[in-house]
């Protein structure tokens, strides 16, 4: 939720890491996967109340593919992608990991790993201070963060040892699992979640966008290696459980492991879904009858779908394979302009800032949910008093766009509203484009038509960055785009 300043060494690092793709190259892949289940209760993060898991519906996983392109003895470029069954991915996290994948592997520059998060409401706290822990029956987030961290990059490290002449190819499918969230009323506002069986209700804010975008990697021997598959929409069909669990992504990950084998790595990608949801907001009890009587809650329901598209896009694409690809990985820390908080914001923030310590302190053991407001408002307070001395202040993102042949990976660390990836897709030059969201710590990015509706995810105290600065990313993806795909001498 805060800001932080990349060291200036590593800034001019990452403007030096990209290579001109070859037409002779060698697409080298590897790939691994991790257990990132916790070993005993953890703090869930997701909801502004304090969830203590209580036990493990299904286990939490990492993928991980690497790839390097090559010209003989001579390396182009390299991209490792890292998909994660977690809300978002802390800079901490990004941080420590690189460091540790630093000790382990040699010839992998830090900057090449990106790593992105599912956005399972149902899996561990990162950042501590989040909450307000009990002394016992839960792990440190400390020490959840460590074994993560120790995790991962013992993964990635498998992965880019492992990475051995492979192949590729690049398929679109379709399945509805997002579904806009946001109402729209007779008087211009917009609600989260708001009722649709009302006189007031007008219809439904933004766009639904049901690409299900998906790259497959084979290995030396011909055998179907690994899959990242692209679906525009959060996994939070259990949000509010006290458990650990990797929501639709887990029966996904099941059912395509027992069609492809077991030992298939499967990277679970968020597109852009800010304003997003994994269930209807109308006709519910035409889709109730329709889950009782395929005898499929929701979850299931979703992954049937999910799968069906991807076996459908394989079928086609299968035979179009790729061992000789542009592998083009241009990594850039972008200046976003913030969302200002106005004085009447600013305001509103303070009085609920106090309002939440004033309940602390009254009954210190009810202070869950009003600790996390003083934090939540506390952070917007900080803003306006911060804007008096920075008046225009920036936000740094750090990007990612690979290009993989004819398809393009782009990267961005918010919950970003659907029509900015609409945006991205629609300008982009690349036959396909996978937007992946929450490759970072999160917070909302609105459009300008939410700001003007309002409610959560679109009020200044969920957003670092608003209409302005997503306008801005939109910009600055797409000319990386062009970028990679831009004639090399």
């Known amino acids: ?40 209760p953890v703090a869930l993060r997701g909801q502004f109340h304090l969830r203590i898991s209580k036990s493990v519906e299904t286990p939490l996983s990492a993928g991980v593919v690497a790839l390097e392109s090559r010209n003989g003895d001579q390396s182009l470029d390299a991209a490792v992608m890292v998909a994660c069954d977690l809300i978002a991915i802390s800079d901490d996290v990004r941080r420590m990991v690189r460091e540790e994948v630093a000790k382990r592997v040699a010839g ?39 074994f993560l961290v120790a995790r991962l990059a013992d993964a990635i490290a498998k992965a880019w040892n492992g990475r051995a002449p492979g192949s590729v190819t690049w398929g679109l499918g379709h399945a509805v699992v997002a579904y806009n969230r946001r109402a729209v009323y007779a008087d211009g506002s917009a609600r989260m979640y708001g009722a649709t069986n ?38 939070q069909v259990v949000e509010g459980r006290s458990t650990i669990n990797a929501d639709y992504w887990y029966p996904v990950y099941t059912a395509l492991r027992e069609r492809y084998g077991q030992d298939l790595c499967i990277l679970g990608w968020c597109g852009a879904a800010g304003d997003q949801a994994p269930r209807p907001m ?56 913030m969302r200002l908080v106005t004085e009447a914001e600013y305001k509103e923030s303070k009085a609920a800032q106090q309002s939440a310590a004033d309940a602390i302190a009254k009954d210190p053991k009810a202070a869950d949910r009003s600790h996390t407001a003083m934090r939540w408002h506390g952070r917007t307070v900080e803003r306006f008093e911060a804007q008096k001395d920075n008046p225009n202040p920036l936000h740094e993102m750090e990007l990612h766009v690979v290009r993989i042949g004819d398809a ?49 995810s679109a009020i200044v105290q969920s957003n670092l960055v608003g209409p302005e600065g997503g306008q801005v990313l939109v910009d600055k993806t797409v000319a990386a785009i062009d970028a990679v795909f831009a004639p090399r001498e």
């Open 1 to 40: 939720m805060r800001t932080r300043i990349l060291p200036a060494f590593f800034s001019m690092t990452i403007a030096l890491l990209s290579a001109s793709p070859s037409a002779a190259n060698q697409l080298l892949v590897g790939t691994a996967t991790a257990d990132i289940t916790p070993e005993g």
């Open 108 to 146: 992998l520059a830090p900057a090449k790993i990106f790593f992105s998060g599912t956005h399972t409401h149902t899996a561990p706290v990162l950042d501590p201070g989040s909450f307000v822990l009990p002394k016992e029956g839960v792990l440190p987030i400390e020490q959840y963060r460590a």
């Open 198 to 235: 009302v006189p007031e209700f007008r219809g439904i804010e933004g766009y639904e966008d049901h690409d299900v975008n998906t790259l497959f990697f084979w290995n030396s021997e011909g055998s179907l290696a690994a899959v990242a598959i692209n679906v525009a929409c959060p996994s």
């Open 282 to 337: 109308f006709r519910k009890a035409a889709e109730a009858r329709m889950a009782k009587l395929r005898g499929l809650d929701a979850m299931p329901e979703l992954a049937r779908r999910i799968v069906q598209a991807v076996d459908d896009t394989y079928a086609a694409v299968k035979d179009d394979r790729h061992s000789s690809v542009p592998l083009v990985h241009h990594v850039e820390t972008v200046q976003l302009p």
């Open 408 to 456: 393009v990976v782009c990267t961005n660390q918010f919950e970003l509203y659907t029509d900015y990836g609409i945006q991205m897709k629609a300008r982009s030059k690349a036959v396909q484009t996978f937007v992946v969201q929450l490759a970072g710590p999160g917070t909302y990015l609105p459009t300008e038509r939410a700001v003007r509706g309002g409610s959560y």
